[in-house]
Each structure stands twice: as C-alpha cells, then as structure tokens.
C-alpha cells in the first residue's frame, strides 16, 4: 500500500501541474529596473532611489510599497492608464519621510491580480 500511496501522489502531482503550469503568466510583469538595494540618503543621487517597471494587459494598475509587516508605506500609483512604465521610489513613506533600513514590498494590482516584488533600502 505505501507503493500506491506514492503512485497516486505522483499522479495528483503530474495532474496539478498540467492544470497550473510552472511559469504560467497573469499578464503582470514587475521588476526593479535599478539599485536594489539603495540608499535614499547616499552621497550620489543616482543611489537615492529605485526604478521599478511594470508591464500589464490592462489599464488602471496600482503601485503601493509596504512594510514586511504589511503596513501601507507609500502609494506610488493609482489607475495608472500606462500599460507599461518605469516609476521611481525614492525611499520616502507618503508623510515625505525617509524609511528605515530594511525589506520592503512592492505591489502591482490591477482587477483580481497582483504581483509583488521585495526591494531592500540600506543606510
């Protein structure tokens, strides 16, 4: 019986990955375009931000970046009608505050999907 518990393991395993495939693609492409990490209060201006770009099928993307706890740090975005864009962060909450050091997320949503990415700022 142990060999059958594992044919059918593999079985559902083969029928999971038929259904969801490895790579399957939502339409949303997200990704740091420069300096991950960075630091918002470096000496040189171009280590003072990060380029996130963003590709999707649809209008009215919004780009928010939070904590690693899942608080709101800034919106970077809203209903953006570009399907494609390079945005900057420039390491500041929406008070206009510097963030501390540390791992934060970036998030695309537009309709039911989303997508996230980590960016790290370093002080």
Do not use: H
């Not at 079985?11 to 399957?24: D, M, R, S």
């Not at 695309?108 to 002080?123: A, Q």
């Amino acid at each position: 019986m142990v060999n059958l518990g594992k044919v059918i393991f593999c079985a559902l395993l083969v029928v999971t990955l038929l259904a969801f495939p490895l790579g399957a693609s939502d339409g949303i492409v997200l990704r740091i375009e420069w300096n991950n990490p960075f630091n918002p209060e470096a000496s040189d201006p171009l280590d003072r931000y990060t380029e996130i770009y963003y590709n999707v099928t649809e209008q009215g993307a919004t780009i928010r970046v939070y904590s690693i706890n899942g608080e709101l740090v800034r919106t970077l975005a809203e209903n953006k009608t570009e399907m494609e864009d390079t945005i900057e962060w420039d390491g500041k909450n929406d008070k206009g505050r510097v963030v501390g050091s540390g791992v934060y997320l970036v998030n695309l949503k537009i309709g039911k999907s989303s997508k996230t990415i980590k960016v790290v700022v370093l002080k």
